[in-house]
């Protein structure tokens, strides 16, 4: 049964007021039978390109066309392989490629429908296509749902670094249905928990603790802790939309949403993005920057320990072994992040709050993965 948009329940609402482009975040149950609805709120064109991945498009394409199908909509829909390495120029192309040949005009509409990997090539499209046409955000892995989605990021990768290529391009709607998550791989959730995580960590020492008391209900999806899901993802989306909305492009407060992210893009880079995904190398960057902000007396040694003890219950690694600790600050130093030459990095000076750091030492560094490795 499709919905006609007379009388819609269960959306949750969150407007993000960024300057000259505000948006909204639709977060419920079911939002994928409800896009029609959407679509006619937003008056959006018909001529509708999706981008999408294998995986996700077997298991909720057909739910998505035939919403479509209901206002009269054939999209064409446009298939890339999984991962990080998807994000690169040829895939770009290709994507141009299918636009021009089919003759889409500006006021089209571009859907990013799957992980952060497809939001994030999917949105770079968007933005440079004809200088830049219309997207529609609907993520389907918790780490896009409460992280990649929202603010208007978009990138692909370059050999020496991951995000080098982007810009700042924000969507028409964020689209987000809990109830793809049942069916998400348990380390995919797991990823998306470090983002949640961090949301703790650099804003809000009450969330910190609402994860820690919930964390035995988050080793895997079930129907029956919807409402704890729903929660998670409302507080961290409203967290990011706070301060993107206070600094779209990343020139002041956004920095800390970058916490676990410096020492996590080189291991991630290092890793040829093969061993760690996304939250995994996230999760071990958060402690890091921990350690760091520990050896420099900033936080107590329980700070570190609260933290890696929710990410590592949570399942995710919070060591890293076996790589060559000056070429991960070579890394550091082709960070998108380094200004004037040095490294920045978010350090926590208790749980629900950070400050941006730029006098780090390659031996303040050098420490912190030593202890990241179990050594000292």
């Given amino acids: 049964m499709f919905n006609t948009g007379e009388e819609l329940t269960g ?79 040829e895939e770009i192309f290709k994507i141009y490629d299918i636009l021009v040949a089919n003759k889409y005009s500006r006021d089209c509409v571009i859907v990013a429908f799957g992980g952060g990997v497809i939001g994030d090539l999917t949105g770079f499209a968007a933005a440079t296509y004809m200088r830049g046409v219309n997207l529609i955000q609907i993520p389907t892995t918790l780490l896009a749902q409460v992280d990649s989605s929202i603010g208007g990021k978009t990138a692909i990768n370059h050999k020496y670094g991951k995000n080098l290529i982007g810009s700042f391009y924000q969507p028409k709607a964020v689209i987000i249905d809990v109830d793809v998550l049942a069916t998400l791989p348990e380390r995919e959730l797991r990823t998306g928990l470090a983002e949640v995580i961090k949301y703790g960590v650099i804003e809000d020492q009450s969330f910190f603790d609402y994860l820690s008391r919930n964390k035995d209900k ?34 002041g407060l956004r920095a800390i949403l970058n916490y676990g992210h410096t020492i996590g893009h080189a291991i991630e880079t290092i890793t040829d993005y093969k061993k760690y995904n996304h939250g995994e190398a996230v999760a071990i960057g958060m402690v890091g920057a921990a350690i760091i902000a520990k050896n420099r007396g900033l936080v107590d040694p329980d700070v570190v320990m609260r933290i890696s003890n929710l990410a590592k219950y949570l399942g995710l690694p919070v060591e890293v072994k076996g790589y060559d600790a000056s070429e991960i600050i070579n890394i550091l130093k082709l960070d998108k992040k380094v200004k004037e030459g040095k490294v920045h990095f978010i350090l926590p000076k208790r749980i629900g709050l950070v400050e941006d750091f730029a006098d780090i030492t390659n031996n303040e560094i050098m420490k912190a993965l030593k202890e990241l490795e179990g050594t000292k």
């Fill in 218 to 251: 988050l080793g895997v999806y079930q129907p029956e802790n919807k409402t704890i899901w729903i929660k998670i993802i409302l507080t961290s989306c409203k967290a990011k939309a706070k301060i993107v909305t206070i600094d779209e492009r990343e020139q």
């Fill in 11 to 89: 959306i949750e609402t969150i407007h993000v007021n960024v300057k000259n482009a505000p948006y909204d975040i639709y977060v419920g149950g079911g939002m994928l039978s409800k896009i029609n609805y959407l679509w006619k709120k937003l008056k959006l064109s018909s001529q509708v390109l999706i981008v999408s991945d294998p995986v996700v498009f077997e298991l909720y394409g057909k739910k998505l066309i035939d919403n479509f199908s209901f206002l009269g909509i054939e999209p064409f829909v446009h298939c890339v392989a999984q991962g990080e390495a998807s994000k690169n120029p």
